[in-house]
């Protein structure tokens, strides 16, 4: 028994950014940076993440090379802990490019995994694939055949298909902004945050930053009484922040702290540009005297560390 839910993908999450210095090596080199995500191992009682990433320089002058050089990288795991995602005799047939989207065909051993076991192959090859510039699509299919409940083909690193059992494990450790009044500053702390239950992120980034402002004293009015989260979602790296009616009350001294705490702390997450914030369901043009009739960017200016 299955119930498939889709996500704005919380497994590319476990993909480290490239710093400046790591491109500029590996353009002098002459090598493209990517990165491979490999399945980890897990036990009944474990609490590791999902995948392992590895950041690799791999040589090639075009994606068709890339492609396939990623795709033979994954065939042998870095370490112990993590396995290949292709186990159980899985084979890649062919692979290709065309424009943005890579494809990839994949023997007819993949059909006799579980669903669980075909998510993770799946999320490994499009991770490492998308890693690859250019590169923003991948195509799967199994003998020239689409893969099951997904008649398009086309997987991005933000919208994926998991099972439950694959979601309750996932988890990813990012910086979330408290505010703090006595000096109307953010301050950061790196936590660990695990996936809702309709699989979302950035509502668990929410939902902690709620939590522990009122779980502080002093702080506990400083979101109004009432105030729910109703529901997010995210379009063109734009995330909707829908509020109940009790957000409105938020105090305008204040107002700015809250909101860049949460729009700080939601656009930490790799998929999300800005923030659109809006009340049951609607637009409003100022919340906490701040201007929201459009989506905010991120501004670091109030974090104190």
Known sequence: MRRGISILLALCLFLPLYGCKYKKKAAEAGKTPVELTYIRKQSEDSRDDVFLTVNRLIDGDSREILISKVLGELNT???QTCQSPFQNGIKVLS???????ASVDLS???NSQTDIEKSLIAASLVQSLCSIEGIDYVKITSELEPL????????????FVLSDDVLSNVRYETTVYFPDIKQNKLLSNMVTIKAT????LEQAVIAEIIAAIRGKKGNEDL???GTRLISTEVKNAVCYLNFSEDFLKLDDKHGMLVLFSFIDSVCRLQYIESVQFMIDGKLIS????VNTDQPIKPDYKLVLY
Do not use: H, M, W
């Open 77 to 79: 795991a870095p370490a």
């Open 286 to 289: 100022d919340i906490g005297g």
């Open 197 to 200: 239950e309709d699989g979302t």
């Open 95 to 101: 692979s290709s490019v065309e424009g943005n989207c």
């Open 148 to 159: 099951e409940d997904r008649l398009d083909r086309y997987f991005s690193q933000f919208d």
């Open 223 to 225: 979101i109004p009484k």
């Open 108 to 110: 007819s051993e993949f």
